[in-house]
Nanobody, 121 residues
Framework: QVQLVESGGGLVQPGGSLRLSCAAS????????MGWYRQASGKQRELVAT???????NYADSTKGRFTISRDNAKNTVDLQMNSLKPEDTAVYYC???????????????WGQGTQVSVSS
């Protein structure tokens, strides 16, 4: 089984920064794309950023220039550095990863439990 464990959420003032981390553990053969999604109260879940195993980056327009996603394939981790945070960034942030547990088949999607990010004065 695979588990994604997130950390780094919290309450910050507008303009502040947070760094979210996510570590995958368990039965892992290979991790493909990893990313972060978020869901604000009363809204649909939306993509924040993804990074492929080869390092190809994809950002939502609303976060481009402020957020940076990175991964460490050796450690099975993915981070999200969030700078210049705005109140509209307030949401539960979810780690996501496409993971193959054996060499016999392709990956399936796993989700972390979510971590709250609140941006407020």
């Amino acid at each position: 089984q695979v588990q994604l464990v997130e950390s780094g959420g919290g309450l910050v003032q507008p303009g502040g920064s947070l760094r979210l981390s996510c570590a995958a553990s368990g039965t892992i053969f290979r991790i493909y794309t990893m990313g972060w999604y978020r869901q604000a109260s009363g809204k649909q879940r939306e993509l924040v950023a993804t990074v492929s195993r080869g390092g190809i980056l994809n950002y939502a327009d609303s976060t481009k220039g402020r957020f940076t996603i990175s991964r460490d394939n050796a450690k099975n981790t993915v981070d999200l550095q969030m700078n210049s945070l705005k109140p509209e960034d307030t949401a539960v942030y979810y780690c996501n990863a496409a993971i193959a547990t054996t060499s016999l088949r392709g990956p399936q999607t796993y989700w972390g439990q979510g971590t709250q990010v609140s941006v407020s004065s």
